[in-house]
């Protein structure tokens, strides 16, 4: 059953150390908060982390959707302990809600990641920005999924205008309700391949995904008139594998993704911007005043949305930010743990003192 859902030889060459453990080897298919299902050569199974893991692994350690473990299983009583995490091929990953700087992975060894907005007022080119920086950065390959284009009028130059941010990537224009563009979308996924699919709530990814599937496996709503955003429906991420081999991971909506160490994603998605600064007259430009500023000469002649170099520089300086937390909570944790070493190293030669 795990070939299905992407076991390769690689795999079972990394997973020789936990097998001769007798471990067994299993794929994370459900997240949720109280445990995991994953899919085992022996059927699903519900999992929870070892006191081990739990113990040792930061929020970026513990599985996620799309992980390989290494688990102990009960077959009687269909259960399961997750003792390691095989290393990851690719990870996408984000600013954990409550953390300036924690790491959340959303879906782990991913090959796609199909970014999904509904062509109606959810459609946010800046928001696209983002989640295009995301999937670079995680290893995947992004592809924007325009939805719901059955109700909009202007299908067609809202795809060309995103076409012109998405830096080469595909555009692909659906309709889950008439059933159209699927074919194309799906011939981005080749058998055995994982996507994933990331957008807002209301943007139709869950629906998107029932019609794939051929069957109604994700609960879904429809979006308020009044603002055109949807109702959370998706509280989960999940693995599904799709009729033709193929495999999809829904996950719940998030309006905006907070980036970690996103810099070769950034670059990526603003690799216009990037060639632009490259030809100012002066190399240490700030592309604010100064003569020669190629950038600037390109929002003046309309060849530059100004929104989009804002949009540059507003994730340059959030990815900045949050290095530099990093750093300074680093360093902080390094002055305790040398204070109490200082301090665990004076008690000793006090006491070694009181004992002569």
Not at 139 to 154: I, Q
Not at 204 to 226: F, H, P
Not at 277 to 295: L, M
Not at 298 to 311: K, M, Q, V
Request: proline share 3%; with cysteine; hydrophobic share 40%.
């Amino acid at each position: 059953m795990i070939e299905q859902y992407g076991w390769s030889d690689l795999l079972a060459e990394a997973f020789k150390p936990h097998e001769r453990a007798g471990h067994a080897a299993g794929r994370v298919a459900v997240q949720q908060r109280n445990g995991y299902l994953v899919i085992t050569a022996n059927g699903e199974v519900r999992a929870k982390l070892s006191g081990r893991l739990r113990h040792e692994a930061q929020e970026a350690g513990h599985p996620a959707v799309g992980d390989w473990v290494a688990l102990s299983i009960n077959l009687a009583e269909r259960t399961g302990t997750i003792q390691a995490v095989l290393p990851r091929r690719t990870a996408l990953v984000r600013r954990a809600a409550d953390s300036v700087q924690t790491p959340q992975v959303v879906a782990a060894n991913v090959d796609l990641a199909f970014i999904v907005t509904s062509m109606n007022g959810d459609l946010n080119p800046r928001r696209i920005e983002r989640y295009l920086a995301a999937a670079w950065q995680s290893g995947a390959r992004p592809v924007v999924v325009l939805t719901k284009s059955d109700v909009c009028a202007e299908a067609a130059s809202l795809a060309a205008e995103v076409e012109a941010l998405a830096g080469g990537c595909p555009v692909v224009i659906v309709s889950a309700r008439e059933g159209r563009g699927l074919d194309a979308l799906l011939a981005h996924l080749a058998p055995g391949e994982t996507c994933v699919l990331l957008g807002s709530s209301g943007v139709g990814k869950s629906t998107l995904v029932n019609t794939l599937l051929g069957e109604q496996r994700m609960a879904t709503q429809a979006i308020r008139e009044a603002d055109d955003r949807g109702r959370h429906t998706t509280s989960h991420r999940e693995l599904a594998l799709l009729p033709g081999g193929g495999l999809i991971i829904d996950t719940p909506g998030v309006r905006e993704v907070g980036l970690v160490e996103a810099d070769e994603g950034v670059n990526q998605v603003f690799d216009d911007i990037e060639r632009l600064a490259e030809t100012c007259k002066f190399g240490d430009c700030s592309h604010a005043n100064e003569p020669g500023c190629a950038v600037q000469g390109a929002i003046s002649s309309g060849d530059l949305d100004p929104r989009r170099w804002e949009h540059f520089r507003k994730l340059a300086q959030e990815l900045a930010a949050v290095e530099d937390k990093a750093a300074r909570a680093f360093k902080d944790a390094e002055r305790r743990r040398l204070g109490k070493a200082q301090k665990s190293y004076r008690t000793a030669r006090k006491d070694a003192r009181g004992g002569a």
